[in-house]
């Protein structure tokens, strides 16, 4: 609340520097609202290492709220969704809200704004969780509540110029799972509670049928229930009678990045690419330490009636030497002698417009997965555990609905 009063005080003060055009302008309020709820219904195969195919449907409403004072805008968006799953154990409810207040000075925007969501993952059969019977133990621990508060600027320094700075605190709060013990077992099913520092800087420029932006996002993540691991190992160290325990986990990483945008002048096709270059960093051993290629490419049309898009971007990564080491419990990795990985994911989506309130949409993404780490196989690897877990997976989701916009 404290950056929205900010802005909501300069605005007042901006207001008696420009003279009476801007104090009539409070008196000419425009609130606008704009609704969307959406049923679809598919199917869904996966999500991450969670296993579960079947029939899903999902319910989505949107509402967002903006009010024009003058020179500050205000807007409340809050977006509420529900998907069920049948025969399988991976229905999701989402709630989000939040409020964004932007104050225009001339060539100029400042903004601020804050945050806050639920994600409910219930009962989530967990495949870290093997029972005595050759069952998964159902789990909570998916389910968690974020927040984040956020200041920037948008600057124009010239024609068709625009530099954009961004800051945010984000942090996120997990469900701890009643076998979580941070003394006996302290890698096994932690929560993910962390705090986040985000960055962005982007310049972009616009000149039909050109867009180009370059910029880079930074973050610092900080985990409150995960220690770092050792180089190599893995180890951590913490356990009732042990030697000290590592540091809490940190990491940091940046991503350079450029993009470009081509749209034809009354062409309803528009071309995207774009390329980042993505680095992290484990501050303490850089067992979790990568580099990584961020390709991304897009096609949109859009007519009066149809609109269709398609995107496709991978991750590329590469670990560093600190990785992981052959030895002790560890077998070797499955191929080549550094650790890596590459997720590709696809995503189309195709509207028909019912008139000007109502649409049909259909929607399908594809999450493909490859890793050389080594495959988790009951009673072999990890020692002594009974995981069975395939870190190459494919995720896949298929929805068709009606959507009603106002």
């Known amino acids: 609340m404290i950056p929205l009063l900010t802005l909501l005080v300069a605005s007042a003060l901006a207001q008696d520097a420009v003279g009476d055009d801007a104090h009539r302008g409070l008196h000419d309020a425009n609130l606008d609202t704009k609704t969307t709820l959406y049923q679809g219904v598919g199917v869904l195969s996966g999500d991450g290492v969670q296993r579960g195919t079947g029939p899903i449907s999902l319910t989505e409403a949107r509402a967002l709220n903006k009010l024009e004072l003058g020179a500050v805008t205000l807007k409340v968006p809050l977006a509420l969704s529900h998907r069920q799953s049948f025969g399988f154990a991976l229905a999701e409810m989402k709630a989000d809200t939040g409020v964004e207040a932007a104050l225009d000075v001339g060539k100029s925007e400042l903004h601020a704004g804050g945050e806050l969501g639920y994600t409910l993952r219930p009962r989530w059969l967990d495949p870290y969780q093997p029972l005595p019977d050759g069952t998964l133990a159902a789990t909570n621990r998916r389910s968690y509540g974020d927040g984040e508060l956020s200041l920037g600027a948008a600057l124009r320094p010239a024609k068709r110029h625009w530099v954009d700075l961004d800051y945010a605190y984000g942090l996120a709060d997990y469900v701890t799972d009643p076998s979580f013990d941070p003394l006996t077992s302290p890698t ?134 600190n990785s992981y080491a052959v030895g002790g419990s560890h077998p070797p990795l499955l191929s080549g002698d550094r650790r890596r990985e590459w997720r590709v994911a696809n995503s189309v989506e195709a509207l028909y417009k019912l008139g000007d309130l109502w649409a049909v949409v259909v929607e399908a993404d594809v999450l493909v997965r490859r890793t050389n780490f080594p495959t988790y196989i009951p009673g072999v690897y990890p020692a002594g555990g009974q995981y069975d877990i395939d870190w190459n997976y494919v995720n896949t989701h298929v929805l068709a609905g009606v959507r009603y916009d106002r």
């Open 188 to 321: 096994h099913i932690p929560p993910g509670d962390h705090t986040a520092h985000r960055l962005e800087l982007s310049w972009r420029t616009k000149k039909t049928p050109y867009r180009v932006e370059a910029g880079v996002h930074a973050e610092r993540r900080a985990y409150t229930d995960q220690y770092a691991r050792d180089a190599g190992t893995g180890a951590t160290h913490a356990g009732a009678g042990g030697a000290p325990p590592n540091p809490l986990y940190v990491k940091w990483g940046a991503e350079p990045y450029a993009k470009l945008r081509w749209s034809p002048k009354d062409s309803p096709w528009t071309l995207r690419c774009g390329y980042g270059l993505e680095v992290q960093q484990d501050v303490y051993e850089g067992y979790y330490s990568y580099v990584g290629s961020h390709p991304e490419v897009g096609v949109d049309y859009e007519s009066d009636s149809v609109a269709l898009k398609w995107r496709s971007d991978a991750n590329v990564r590469r670990y560093g030497a």
